[in-house]
């Protein structure tokens, strides 16, 4: 009953910027955190980073230093901010969102469909 819903991919050359947006929505009875996931051709899904509803961010290292996090104020909303973007950040993007339906339940992880970034000359 979690609707998680990503948008802002396209293609973009190489050292240009996106920004990606995820929305979760649904019955929530408490959010820990979101973050993002990519997954490209021929390669294990990676973590991209993540955020906790307290704003402590994480990083994969392929996106240190040029990515950033960040989340709508009081909303359950992320962005990602991907500057500097090489043609090896092609892939998907999955946003995941990181909640509990119940108050007296285990949080449990709910994806969105992804969406493409292809970085490309």
């Known amino acids: 009953q979690v609707q998680v819903v990503e948008s802002g991919g396209g293609l973009v050359q190489p050292g240009g910027s996106l920004r990606l947006s995820c929305a979760a929505s649904g019955s929530i009875a408490d959010m820990w955190a979101m973050g993002w996931y990519r997954q490209a051709p021929g390669k294990q899904r990676e973590s991209v980073a993540s955020?906790?509803?307290?704003?402590?961010?994480n990083y994969g290292d392929s996106a240190k230093g040029r990515f950033a996090i960040s989340r709508d104020n009081g909303e359950n909303t992320v962005y990602l901010q991907m500057n500097s973007l090489e043609p090896e950040d092609t892939a998907l993007y999955f946003c995941y969102a990181f909640v509990k339906l119940d108050s007296n339940s285990d949080y449990f992880n709910y994806w969105g469909q992804g969406t493409q970034v292809t970085v490309s000359s």
């Open positions: 955020i906790t509803s307290g704003g402590r961010s």
